[in-house]
């Protein structure tokens, strides 16, 4: 899941070789959410492991406003334990990461929410969302956010694998369906079987990548249409 290690660590520290070793041992891969510096700053990462103990890394792309960002501007609101870890950056357009069964697109918690963003996930052959729901575990939050990957795969036409701690965990295929959904508060383990470009269509079409925005259009309508017709009735 998201920030599985919940301290800062850059290429040189101890841990990812001990991450390293038993991938290159045992010939799997993983995948594990790190904040990860380099030279240029900080960035909520999620990183590879391959099979061969080479290690890539995909950097979040669109910071969550108020939590990990300020809202407003770079002089805006932050709350204030946001900074335990240092100023976060964004980083910038990423290629879909490699595995064994295809390149994978991506999401780190929210980002699978920012349907107006452009991710370069074309070429991608299915999704992987990561996050961290357990601040809000109890609440309608968890529920609502695989919702959220349930339309990206839609919007996408690609299968997404979903993980995320104190939340909704399985998969989600390209067509909506959600063949594996389950919640846990304590470490547990899900095999999915995940076909890559299930839905045979490489990447979303123009008109859908506006799909979730006209949908809040036309729902946002029909309320005001209702609301102003039972006052006619009345």
């Not at 996050?131 to 939050?141: A, I, K, L, P």
């Not at 795969?153 to 909506?176: P, T």
Request: charged share 20%; aromatic share 8%; glycine share 10%.
């Amino acid at each position: 899941p998201e920030t599985t290690i919940p301290w800062v660590v850059d290429e040189n520290d101890d841990l990812l070789n001990a991450l390293v070793r038993p991938a290159a041992v045992k010939g799997v891969e993983s995948l594990v959410g790190v904040y990860f510096r380099d030279r240029d700053g900080i960035y909520n990462s999620v990183l590879q492991v391959h099979s061969d103990g080479n290690m890539d890394l995909y950097k979040k792309q669109v910071l969550l406003r108020l939590a990990e960002a300020p809202l407003g501007g770079d002089n805006g609101l932050i709350l204030p334990f946001s900074g335990s870890v240092g100023k976060l950056k964004e980083g910038g357009i990423q290629q879909p990461v490699a595995t064994t069964i295809g390149k994978a697109g991506v999401f780190i918690c929210n980002e699978c929410a920012a349907f107006g963003h452009k991710f370069g996930y074309a070429d991608a052959g299915f999704l992987i969302n990561t996050g961290n729901d357990s601040w809000f575990s109890e609440t309608y939050v968890p529920a609502g956010h695989f919702y959220f990957a349930r339309l990206r795969a839609v919007q996408e036409r690609k299968d997404i694998v979903v993980n995320l701690n104190g939340g909704y965990s399985g998969l989600i295929k390209a067509s909506g369906e959600m063949v594996a959904r389950s919640k846990s508060n304590s470490p547990s383990l899900q095999t999915v079987y995940v076909q890559p470009d299930a839905a045979g269509i490489s990447g979303n079409s123009g008109w859908t990548q506006n799909l979730i925005p006209i949908a809040c259009v036309m729902l946002i309508l029909q309320c005001l249409f209702s609301k102003n017709l039972k006052k006619t009735e009345l």
